[in-house]
């Protein structure tokens, strides 16, 4: 490892020069697992055995190779593409994510989508909720280093209390959700991140103990993004990213 422009500088999160070598690492990895390691080499031009020392951490890619790699991978590697392919469609019209949100190769697909986009932003917290929500925010915050907030349906265990937040849902009944108080505050920015976006109550409930907590949103990033009712909760000034976008589905 000869090169180091930066990397983490311990306040906030860049994709500068050194977290591109290190996110080269991680399309390598990928691309074994979907191509094996001579298919790999061969995309590349390289010899199996410097793709594998990449795989294994023996070596890190110096920052022109590593823009090959990426630039490579991001175009084979279509998230759409993968992430379509395992949703299904339910009677009704509702779409199953299941099956995409438990793929680990999806899931590390997902997070390189998620970095590329929200390069360059100051993210200090990451905020899910639960259940599905929770794999793929947990990946993001331990790629980038930072703490994951998890909003719950219900009261955990907790010596600093909860706050509260209602929302009326599509049926008439009020239903609360749960943040620990001092899980962020107003010096924070937090990327809010979840599984699946439809009407948008999940992201509304986030977005207001953001706001209550008077803490930035850094953007929001979802891996399937159905129909467009949820565009009227997000906040014009808000950055929004997806994986895929499902048109005239629930």
Partial sequence: ????????????????????RVLSVQFVRIACRMYGTSGVARRL????GMVSRYKNGGSLPAYPQAVKIIDTFSKEMDLQSVVGGLVKVCNG???????????PTVL???VLDCLSKFAGRRVTKVMTMAVNGVP?????????????????PYRGVSADG??????????????????CRNAINRFDDVLIVDDIV???????????????????????????????RWRSVVPSD?????GLTCVGRR
Wanted: net charge negative; glycine share 10%.
């Fill in 1 to 20: 490892m000869d090169e180091d422009d930066g990397g983490f500088d311990g306040y906030r999160y860049e994709i500068n020069r050194w977290n591109m």
């Fill in 45 to 48: 031009k390289m010899s199996a």
């Fill in 93 to 103: 019209g509702f779409l199953d994510d299941e099956s995409a949100v438990s793929d």
């Fill in 108 to 110: 590390e697909l997902a």
């Fill in 136 to 152: 793929l925010a947990t990946l993001i915050a331990s790629r980038i280093g930072k703490s994951l907030v998890i909003v719950k």
């Fill in 162 to 179: 909860f706050v509260e937040v209602s929302v009326q849902g599509e049926d008439g009944v009020a239903r609360s959700y749960y943040m």
């Fill in 198 to 228: 439809r009407s948008g109550r999940s992201l509304s409930v986030m977005l207001e103990f953001v706001r209550m907590a008077h803490a930035g949103v850094a953007g929001i990033y979802v891996l399937i993004a159905v129909g467009d």
């Fill in 238 to 242: 808000v950055k929004f990213e997806c």
